[in-house]
């Protein structure tokens, strides 16, 4: 069975991310040509892209925000966090895209109307290479998203799971 990497567009991108000395840009256009795949507006979901006009411009959300949008209510069920290929295997740089993902998830608790106990859930990408987390309402914090004991997926490798995985997080927040 195929799955993403057999539209040859988004296989494109991937192959933009494998290059040497790719940026964060070819993490964030493969993300921006998949998600709306997975969380479509015809099930009322909004994605938003942080833009950072300069590179050297402090990041002040994280890369991706998505939202289910009913009725004019806006909840945000997931964030994403980008990260340039090369520090796929550093633990030092996961352990920062985490607590960069933990800081943003507290921030939109503060968002008016947003559900202090609604799980939400955030994914860091590095390079290729992607976790997924959930924002445990109670006590505040990321923790490996159910079944993926902290297992880091790669986009090719492991399409079935990334796939799998998205789509259950789509019917969890749709609403």
Not at 51 to 78: F, H, Q, Y
Not at 103 to 130: A, F, K, P, S
């Amino acid at each position: 069975m195929s799955y993403y990497l057999a539209d040859s567009i988004q296989k494109w991108y991937y192959d933009q991310i494998q290059k040497p000395h790719s940026i964060e840009n070819a993490v964030d256009i493969f993300w921006a040509n998949l998600l709306p795949d997975y969380f479509k507006k015809s099930l009322k979901f909004g994605i938003e892209q942080e833009s950072r006009v300069l590179p050297e411009v402090i990041k002040n959300r994280a890369d991706w925000t998505i939202r289910c949008i009913r009725n004019g209510d806006r909840k945000m069920v997931a964030l994403m966090e980008d990260k340039r290929k090369g520090k796929e295997f550093s633990a030092a740089e996961w352990a920062e895209a985490l607590d960069q993902l933990t800081y943003y998830l507290m921030l939109v608790r503060t968002e008016e109307d947003q559900d202090l106990d609604q799980t939400l859930y955030g994914i860091v990408n590095i390079g290729t290479h992607t976790r997924f987390y959930q924002f445990d309402p109670s006590t505040q914090e990321c923790i490996d998203y159910p079944g993926t004991n902290g297992r880091i997926f790669e986009l090719k490798n492991d399409e079935k799971e990334i796939h799998d995985m998205l789509n259950e997080l789509v019917a969890k927040t749709v609403h």
